[in-house]
């Protein structure tokens, strides 16, 4: 079974129906002025105008305002596989429970796609030794580049390790660069010359040194399950961590 699948109306419509059953947690995240937001829910209901999924609750403030038209992605794990859609919010009201209680939540669109991700993606796997993969970052993320700009600084590392949740970075340099916890990046990696490079946003989480006093950079992957662009994308990094853990598998093999 391939690692990331797209399912049928069908295998949708169970997938909804159980994480509905299940009151199964769900992330939902959004792109508003140019900053990511990472936010909790769960999935009410579905009709045949869409889903019905709670108003979510903000870990940070100041979180985004959701309106009408704003486009969401949203994700929730099911047994051995974590399942991504992205839907438009079309109404923003309140939501009747079975027990009568009256909520705030969210309409949005009839999802037109699902991808079923397997959770051996999510596995961070080490980046082979015969392979040098270069990740270059700049401040703004993708937004820099998509107003035309050239990010007025970059940084360059190679990757140490990966999967689809995020990466690490060892720098080429002692500089570092100055990120604060949460800063978002655009990232583009090179997986080699038989491969696209992978482009995209990533959120900064953590700076720690090696026995050599090397920096390495831990990000972590955003808006992946947003768009048709980030689905594809996390198809791609979803080869590449099956690659290297076969790589690793059959080493290990060798060795032995």
Known sequence: MPIVQRLGKNQMAECLAEAIARQTPVTLTCRQEGRWHTLRTRILSKDERGLWVAH????SPPGPQIREGMEVGLSFKLKHHKHILNAVVEAVGQFGLPDGQQV???RTSVPQRMQRVQRRAYQRVQVPRNRSVLATFWHGGLAVLESGREPPLTWEGWLTNISAGGFQVRLMTRGAPELEVGDLVGVRIDLGQDYEPLVCDAQFRQQVLDEGGVRLQGFQFLGLN???RGQNVLRRIGRA????????????????
């Open 104 to 106: 705030q939540a969210l």
């Open 56 to 59: 979510p609750q903000c870990q």
């Open 226 to 228: 947003e768009s048709r």
């Open 241 to 256: 961590v099956i690659q290297f853990q076969r790589y690793a598998e059959s080493h290990r093999s060798s060795v032995a």
